[in-house]
C-alpha cells in the first residue's frame, strides 16, 4: 500500500484521508516507514484508537505527542506540561490546569464568552449593507474567533490579541522549527511576565484562576500550561469553525435548515467536531509489551492514533463520509480519548454554538467566493483560507 503521511501535499487537502480509510480496511495496526528515523505503527480504526489512547500505562505521552516533533523538546517539558505528561504526574496538573473548565466554572464564563463571540461577528458581518459581502472566513472570522475568546477570558490588553493569534499559530503550524521555537520562546516569555502581574494583582480571569488553583505547579510549570491552553483553545476551533463554514458555503441548503430550525444546533455542532477533527493524530511511545488489534507491539516503538481516521470509521458512523447536523449518537474523538482528553472541550463547543447562534441571526445565505486553501500539517489541519459571499440577513 503506498503510505504516506509525512509529505506536506498529501495534508493540502483531504487525500490524506483516503490513504487512512484503506489502512482501516487492513487487518491489525499498519507499520509506516520514516526517512530520518525509526518509523511508526499507524493506528486509523475507532476503537484501536480509543484503545491507545485510553491506556497511559501501556502507551506513554512523555516522550512527545507528534510526529516530526523535537525529542529533546520533550524531554523539557516531559511530566511539567500536562499534554507531555503520564499519570500520576498528570492528574496533578489536570485538576490545576482543569480547574477553570469545569461546568461550574464555565457558566461563570458563559457570557463573557457568548458576548465575545457576537461582539466579533457584528464587526465583521455589515448589517444591512445593501448587497452580499465577500470576505475570507478564515482570517476575518475563524481564525479571530478562539483568540478572542481565550484572550478575553484571560484578560490580555486588547493591543496585544493579535500578536499572541501570531505566535499561537507559529508555535504550532510553522513548517520551520526554529521559527516553532522561536514563537514558542516568546510565548513563555509573555506569559513570565503575565503571571507575576497577576500574582501582584490578581483579578477576575483565566490566569488568576489558575494561580488560585496550582500551588504545587512551579512558575515554570504553570507558563508551560498556560501556553498549552492557549494553543488548544486556538487551533480547534478555528478549524472546526472553518471547516463548518465551508460546508454550509457549498451546501447552502444545510445553512437554510439549520436558520428554519435552531433546535439542531447542539446535534450540528457535533457533527462539525466529528467532520472537521483539527487534531489529526495523537503520538504515544509503547511501554511494556502489549498487542493492538493482533498486532504486537515491543516497548520504545511508537504508535500514531489517528482521530480523524477514527472519526470517520463506518464500524461506528453510518455514512461516515457525509456531513448530517442531526447525527445521534456522535461520539467522535475529536476532543481525544481517555486522561488526556481536551480540558478545554466545553468552552471549545461553547464558541461554537455562540458563533452559529450569531451568523444564523445575521446571514441569510452562504457561498463559496473563491477556491478555500488547506494547511499541509500531518498534526493539526484545516483551512487556512475560504473566501465566501454571504447576504446578511
Known amino acids: 500500500m503506498d503510505l ?19 489502512v482501516r480496511a487492513r487487518p491489525g495496526l499498519t507499520w509506516h516507514p520514516e526517512p530520518d528515523g525509526p518509523g511508526f505503527w499507524v493506528a486509523a480504526r475507532y476503537d484501536d484508537v480509543a484503545t491507545v489512547l485510553g491506556d497511559p500505562a501501556g502507551f506513554s505521552s512523555r516522550a512527545g505527542i507528534r510526529i516530526g516533533g523535537s525529542g529533546d523538546a520533550a524531554d523539557l517539558v516531559a511530566d511539567r506540561m500536562m499534554v507531555v505528561s503520564d499519570p500520576p504526574r498528570h492528574g496533578r496538573i489536570r485538576r490545576v490546569v482543569g480547574a477553570p473548565f469545569t461546568p461550574a466554572a464555565i457558566r461563570l464564563w458563559h457570557d463573557r464568552i457568548v458576548a465575545g ?15 452580499p ?6 482570517q476575518d472570522l475563524a481564525r479571530r474567533l478562539p483568540n478572542q475568546v481565550i484572550c478575553a477570558m484571560m484578560n490580555l490588553p486588547r493591543a ?50 489558575l494561580l488560585a ?27 472546526s469553525a472553518a471547516g463548518a463554514l465551508l460546508e454550509f458555503a457549498t451546501r447552502p441548503e444545510l445553512w437554510a435548515a439549520l436558520r428554519a430550525a435552531p433546535e439542531l444546533l447542539p446535534t450540528t455542532v457535533e457533527e462539525i467536531l ?3 477533527s483539527p487534531g489529526l493524530h495523537a503520538l504515544r511511545t509503547v511501554t511494556r509489551p502489549v498487542k493492538v488489534a493482533g498486532t504486537p507491539l515491543a516497548p520504545g516503538e511508537r504508535v500514531t ?50 458563533l452559529l447562534t450569531a451568523l444564523t441571526g445575521r446571514v441569510r445565505t452562504l457561498a463559496p467566493a473563491g477556491e478555500p486553501v488547506w494547511s499541509t500539517g500531518n498534526f493539526i489541519h484545516g483551512l487556512t483560507s475560504l473566501p465566501v459571499r454571504l447576504s446578511p440577513a
Open 305 to 354: 492514533a489517528w482521530l480523524c481516521s477514527a472519526n470517520r470509521d463506518p464500524a461506528v458512523f453510518a455514512d461516515p463520509d457525509t456531513f448530517r447536523p442531526d447525527r445521534t449518537p456522535n461520539r467522535h474523538l475529536a476532543f481525544g480519548w481517555g486522561p488526556h482528553v481536551c480540558v478545554g472541550s466545553r468552552v471549545a463547543r461553547l464558541e461554537l454554538t455562540a
Open 4 to 22: 504516506d503521511l509525512l509529505t506536506p501535499e498529501v495534508f493540502s487537502g483531504h487525500r490524506f484521508l483516503d490513504q487512512l480509510a484503506a
Open 160 to 209: 496585544d490579541w493579535p500578536l499572541i493569534g501570531r505566535l499561537t499559530t507559529d508555535g504550532l503550524d510553522s513548517p520551520d522549527p526554529i521559527d516553532r521555537l522561536d514563537a514558542n520562546a516568546e510565548i513563555f516569555g509573555y506569559f513570565a511576565d503575565l503571571i507575576a502581574e497577576r500574582r501582584a494583582r490578581p483579578g477576575d480571569d483565566l490566569i488568576s484562576a
Open 213 to 239: 488553583a496550582g500551588g504545587e505547579l512551579t512558575d515554570d510549570e504553570l507558563i508551560l500550561n498556560c501556553s498549552g491552553v492557549l494553543t488548544g483553545a486556538s487551533e480547534t476551533v478555528r478549524y
Open 133 to 138: 459581502q465577500v470576505l475570507d472566513a478564515v
Open 274 to 276: 466529528r467532520w472537521t
Open 117 to 131: 463571540v457576537t461582539d466579533l461577528v457584528d464587526e465583521v458581518v455589515a448589517p444591512g449593507a445593501g448587497g
